[in-house]
């Protein structure tokens, strides 16, 4: 149908991209008690994030990225494998703190920096962000 040709065109253009998807979790779900099937794919990213690495001459804010809906995508990287890394910005308001399902491609390096190793030749692929809102009574 009509969709078939919006996929191919993807399809060709998903190469050398990343993209990290946002998903809102309920307030009062914290990391401790996270089921990520309870946070939904956000309206808007939540998140200004910036991708770094050795490959790139400086990092990829926001303003060099395709942010549609709950997804921030960067094109046109290096090809190859390397590592990135993901750091939060800023987030939106009422909104303080995120979490990547970490694997074995994927590592926390500190509060708001995830670095993961990045396979271009496998790009197309989304990472799933969750991210937490924040009591506004707590320190």
Do not use: H, K, M
Request: proline share 6%.
């Amino acid at each position: 149908g009509a969709g078939d040709s919006l996929f191919a065109a993807s399809a060709q253009d998903a190469s050398e991209t990343f993209s990290v998807e946002t998903f809102a979790c309920p307030e009062g779900v914290t990391l401790a008690t996270l089921e990520t099937d309870v946070c939904e794919p956000s309206a808007e990213p939540l998140v200004q994030w910036s991708l770094a690495s050795e490959q790139f001459d400086a990092p990829l804010g926001a303003d060099e990225a395709t942010v549609s809906g709950a997804t921030t995508t960067w094109r046109g990287l290096p090809s190859g494998t390397y590592f990135v890394d993901l750091t939060a910005e800023s987030f939106a308001p009422g909104y303080g703190e995120y979490f990547i399902p970490s694997s074995n491609q994927v590592t926390r390096q500190d509060e708001r920096t995830t670095r993961i190793y990045f396979d271009a030749s496998r790009s197309g692929e989304s990472i799933n962000a969750y991210v937490f809102a924040v009591d506004p009574a707590a320190p």
